[in-house]
Every structure is written in structure tokens, then in C-alpha cells.
């Protein structure tokens, strides 16, 4: 019995050792999960530099990538490390624009190993990554008016724009916005109020945050602007007229014939290119009332569909804000206002001169505008003929021509030339009368 158990005792021993002998040659294969511990950190972004300036466009890579977090072994033999760290954060977020738009802070801590330092980077963001990635570049002022055109026409609340030329900053923005709806009456339906600012805010290589405000939704004002295009397409097929002259004359008196001016509402206005549908084409052409600026933006669109050149002139009268067209016709250009032609007569406001509106209190920017000093009148399209002004004489009484005088002095047959008086029995001083003629009875 003894024997038995010492054989088993050998062979368990045997057994354990040949095991052992297993997992030392790797013959032994064990599978375990992974846990990660809550205290790990995930995996970040991790970069070598070894010069100030690697340093720089290390942290510029992190932002770049809108990375949250990122490690940077820097192999400085600077005991001033911190410092570059400090100053390399300062200088991005001071100089370049992305950098100045996107970030709110970096915050950095380093740690000294050996030959190197290692330096964990925090970053905190105070806009998306889908904001910096809708960025528009921007070469020049032309490309500028088609990108403002396509965001204010389709009415989004917030545009990007990098650019680097000199004549467009924060502070030309608004001209450039004013431009673009002033120039596509057609395509805006309302002017936005707009809020620029810059990043960074000095030096040219910028990006520009333009911010709209509208009193609509957007769909609202894209649901309008689709009834604006339908309106200027209608108006304008229904001119009349086989010469430029005829067809402006049609497109006055069709916009007078169906839009009224409301001048309760031009006295409260103060401001060019207010938040109001009556200073719009909007409303001139689909609501069917107006002030001048409406008219005005409703009268371009007309003209423009069929090809004639016409502009919106910003201006005052009679001390009030004011706006009315310049047209081109016969290579002269022409005042047309047609609210006052709604207010006063067609007459009274179409086809003027420089002169013309300088007599009625007009003022305007006589350098931006073309001159105007065209021959023809109102009356020459309309096929009127003018009738010859009363010739005066030094006292301003009209001169009677001699035909029509001819005569009137002259005393009749039986008048009193001796400017006697008559009684009520037709007598002169107690007498008849004697005109001079021979008694019938005394003939007798």
C-alpha cells in the first residue's frame, strides 16, 4: 500500500514539473480581459519638437484638429521652459484667427523628464468645430458680395469669413452689407441688422464673424421672397411700350396704379434700410404700399428684369430721409421718383434733372450719383404736346398779344366818350344825352 502511494506522489510531482517546464518554453496560452481602471486616461495626442518655434505649430496642429487634450515632448535644454510654453500659447491665440476665434483658453503643466520635458495641454473652446470648418476665404471685395448675396438672400443668421486684404475689415463691413441689398432689391427681401467682430483684432490676416438679425424666421422670409420674384416677373411682363422711355413710363404709372404711399409711415422712419415691409419691395410690389424706399427698391427690380440700368439714391427731402431711382436712358441719366409720383402726379417726379430736384429740396451724395442732365421730359414720352409759357412784362403780368386788343380802346356808336355820369333816367347832369346825331323830329 505504501508502494502505491509513493508512485502517486511521484507522478503528481512529475506532472507539476513537466507544467512548468511548459510555460517556460510559452506552450502554455492564457486568455484575460482587459479592465480599464476608472482613474486611466484615454489615449492623446502626442508630438516631439525641439525648437521654439516646433513648439508653436505643435500647439496650432492641437487646435487645428479641435483637440480637446494633447501631450508635447519638448527637448529644451532651457531651464526656462515654462515660458516658452506661456509665450508660445499667447502668441496663437493673439495672432492667428483661427486660433483667436475658436479658443477660450489653453491651459499647460510640464514635467521634467530627464533630457526631455513632457507637457500635458488642456484646451477649451468657445466655438465648434463645425464652425471653424465653415470658414469661407475671401481674395477680393467681388467674391466677397457674391458670398454676402448668397448667405442675406437665403437668410442665415451667421456667416465666416477669413481674409487678409487690408480694405475689408470689421468697420467696412456694414458698406459692404448695405451695397448688396441696396443692389438686389429682387433677392433680399429685408436688409438684417448685422453684428461684426474680428479675431484677432488687429492685423490683416482675419477672420470676420458676421452675426444677422431679422424681425422673421428664416422660412418665413425665403416664403416671401419666393412671392417678391413672382411680383417683379408679373409687373415686368406687363410693361408697355416699343422704346426704354415708353417701357419706364408703363412700369411708373403700373406701380403708381396699384401701390399707395403711406406717409404716416415716412414720417416715423429715421433710418435707411429699417425693419419695415414699407421700405422694401416686398412691400411695394406684393403688400402694395410703400414709402420712398420701397418704391424706390420696388421700381429698380422692375427696371432690372427688363434689362434697364436703375439704382437706389439714398437722400433726404425736405429734411426727411428719402429715397428715389437714377435710370439710364439714351446715355443720359434721369431722376425718378416714384412715391412723389404716387403722392403729386407723374408729371411731377419723372424723368428730372439735378436741377429739377435741387429746386424741390432734394439732397443726395452729388459725388456717388451720375449726373443728371438729360433734354427729355415726361411730356416728350407721353406724347403731350407742352404749351408755350406766357410771355411777362416787368411787372409779371402776361403780355397780351396786339390782335387780341385790337379795338377794345375804341368808343362805339352812341357811347359816352366824356366819362359823364348817368342818372336812373338816362340823363347826363339833368340832360339827355346827345350823341351828336340829328333829331328825327327836327328833320321833320
Known sequence: ?????????????????????????????????HIVTPNSRPPVEQSEVFSYDELRTAL???????????????????????????????????????????????????????SYFEIDISIEYRHTKQQVDSIVAVSNSRYLGTELLSVMSDYRDEVLIRTALRDITADDIPGYIKDTYYDNPRSIVMMPVTVVRAYPEVGDDKILELRFGNIEQPDILRRYGESLSGAVRRYAAAAEGDNDGEILLSLAEKLTGFCAYDE????????????????????????????????????????????????????????????????????DY???????????????????????????????????VPACRGDLTYE???????????????????????????????PGEGENTNNDEYDDDGYVDGEPYESGEPDDEEEL
Request: charged share 20%.
Open 1 to 33: 500500500m505504501k508502494r502505491i502511494l509513493l508512485c502517486i506522489l511521484v507522478f503528481t510531482a512529475l506532472s507539476a514539473l513537466v507544467g512548468c517546464m511548459s510555460i517556460l518554453e510559452d506552450e502554455m496560452l492564457v486568455e484575460s480581459r
Open 60 to 114: 496650432l496642429e492641437l487646435v487645428m484638429q479641435h483637440a480637446e487634450s494633447g501631450q508635447i515632448l519638448y527637448y529644451s535644454f532651457d531651464e526656462d521652459v515654462q515660458d516658452d510654453i506661456d509665450l508660445a500659447c499667447l502668441e496663437i491665440q493673439s495672432n492667428d484667427p483661427i486660433c483667436a476665434y475658436a479658443v477660450a483658453d489653453i491651459t499647460t503643466f510640464s514635467t521634467k523628464i530627464v
Open 264 to 331: 404716416g409711415v415716412a414720417k416715423a422712419i429715421s433710418e435707411h434700410g429699417t425693419q419695415n415691409y414699407s421700405a422694401t419691395a416686398y412691400g411695394a410690389l406684393v403688400i402694395g404700399s410703400a414709402v420712398g424706399e420701397g418704391f424706390a427698391m420696388a421700381y429698380k427690380a422692375l427696371c432690372e428684369e427688363l434689362g434697364i440700368e436703375c439704382i437706389v439714391i439714398l437722400g433726404y427731402l425736405d429734411g426727411m430721409i428719402h429715397a428715389w431711382n437714377v435710370v439710364s436712358l439714351y446715355g
Open 334 to 368: 434721369y431722376h425718378i421718383d416714384i412715391s412723389m409720383c404716387a403722392k403729386n402726379g407723374i408729371e411731377t417726379a419723372f424723368l428730372k434733372t439735378d436741377s429739377d430736384l435741387a429746386e424741390s429740396y432734394y439732397m443726395w451724395d452729388l459725388v456717388a
Open 380 to 410: 416728350e414720352i407721353a406724347g403731350i404736346e407742352p404749351q408755350a409759357p406766357d410771355e411777362l412784362d416787368e411787372d409779371g403780368n402776361p403780355i397780351i398779344p396786339d390782335d387780341e386788343t385790337e379795338g377794345a380802346d375804341d
